[in-house]
T-cell receptor, first 115, second 116 residues
Framework: DAGITQSPRHKVTETGTPVTLRCHQT?????MYWYRQDPGHGLRLIHY???????DKGEVSDGYSVSRSKTEDFLLTLESATSSQTSVYFC??????????????FGQGTRLTVV | AQKITQTQPGMFVQEKEAVTLDCTYD???????LFWYKQPSSGEMIFLIY??????QNATEGRYSLNFQKARKSANLVISASQLGDSAMYFC?????????????FGKGTSLLVTP
């Protein structure tokens, strides 16, 4: 199994508070992604990183920021949590950007509830 | 516009039967990859099978095969000899050069229930 760890696995937080989710990999993969999964929507890309300090927005980036100061860590921050950000968050890593036989490996997911 | 369409929200199949999960995609990029993932009730995302746009033959991995019809832009997953442990959500995904960071674009998924 790919070495990818998300923390925390579960979190309940109050509306308006900042929250940071961590993704840690031991595979030295260049690409890292944050997705959110909601019923009826599949997985949607929030932000991604293509190297240290190189990040960009995905489809649903409003209200989220990311940072990647080391190859192995990709942090997702909800600047001021809202109930609409209640979701399951997945981190994914990928060795190569080429759309060839390079699957993305996923973390176990973080279930975030904003009350 | 939806890049990946999975039209079957839920499917039932009897144990030991084969089942086909549908997936159609939309791209103008000649180079792309198609993936299927399984998500059991425990929540993890498990990679099942991959098909490249230039691959001449349909991909197979054990009981999983991908019925790739390029002209129709479809990439259906076929599970042969279904087992109870196949009950899960199944997601079709595509990777193309025009995607943000070459990220996978996912469909909304199909929930498969295998009955005894």
């Amino acid at each position: 199994d790919a070495g990818i760890t998300q923390s925390p696995r579960h979190k309940v937080t109050e509306t308006g508070t900042p929250v940071t989710l961590r993704c840690h990999q031991t595979e030295n993969h260049r690409y890292m992604y944050w997705y959110r999964q909601d019923p009826g929507h599949g997985l949607r890309l929030i932000h991604y990183s293509y190297g240290v300090k190189d990040t960009d927005k995905g489809e649903v980036s409003d209200g989220y920021s990311v940072s990647r100061s080391k190859t192995e860590d990709f942090l997702l921050t909800l600047e001021s949590a809202t109930s609409s950000q209640t979701s399951v968050y997945f981190c994914a890593i990928s060795e190569s950007a080429a759309p060839t036989n390079t699957e993305a490996f996923f973390g176990q997911g973080t279930r975030l509830t904003v009350v | 516009a939806q890049k990946i369409t999975q039209t079957q929200p839920g499917m039932f199949v009897q144990e030991k039967e084969a089942v086909t999960l549908d997936c159609t995609y939309d791209t103008s990029d000649p180079s792309y990859g198609l993936f299927w993932y399984k998500q059991p009730s425990s929540g993890e995302m498990i990679f099942l099978i991959y098909q490249g746009s230039y691959d001449q033959q349909n991909a197979t991995e054990g009981r999983y095969s991908l019925n790739f019809q390029k002209a129709r832009k479809s990439a259906n997953l076929v599970i042969s000899a279904s087992q109870l442990g196949d009950s899960a959500m199944y997601f079709c995904a595509m990777r193309e050069r025009s995607n943000s960071g070459y990220a996978l674009n996912f469909g909304k998924g199909t929930s498969l229930l295998v009955t005894p």
